[in-house]
C-alpha cells in the first residue's frame, strides 16, 4: 500500500510541473489559457506534495496569475475571452466530428452551462484586484 500511494503522489507531482510548464507556456503564448493550467497544477501539488504546494503558492506565476481569482473569484475580460475562446475550440472538435446526436447534445448543454458560469458566477473586474 505505502508504494502504491508514493506512485500516486509523484503522479500527482509530475502532472502538476506539466501543467504548470503549460500555464507558464500561456503566459507568452495567448491562444493557450493560463488560469485554468495553474489551477490543474495547484490541484495536482496540493495532492501530490505540501512541500510543492507551498512552493507553488510561493511562486510569483501563481501570485501575478492565480492568487486574485482563488481570493476574489473574479478574472479579467482578457482571461474570460481567453479561456472561453480556447475551451470553445477544444469542445467544437468532438462536437463537429461525432456523428452521434447524443454527444452533440451533451457538449452543446457543456457550453451552455460554462458560459453561465463565466457570464453568472465569475466576476468580471477590469484590473486584477489584490
Known sequence: MAVIKKIKKMIYILLGLLFLGLGI???????????PLLLLASFFFVRGSERFEVWF??????????????????????????????????ILIPLILSDRMIVKVILSLIIVCKYYYFVFKIRTVAVREY
Open 25 to 35: 507556456v500561456g503566459i507568452v503564448l495567448p491562444l493557450i489559457p493560463t488560469t
Open 57 to 90: 503558492k510561493g511562486t510569483s506565476v501563481y501570485k501575478k496569475h492565480l492568487e486574485g481569482f482563488i481570493r476574489h473569484r473574479s478574472m479579467t475580460l482578457r482571461q474570460k475571452v481567453t479561456l472561453l475562446i480556447f475551451s470553445d475550440i477544444m
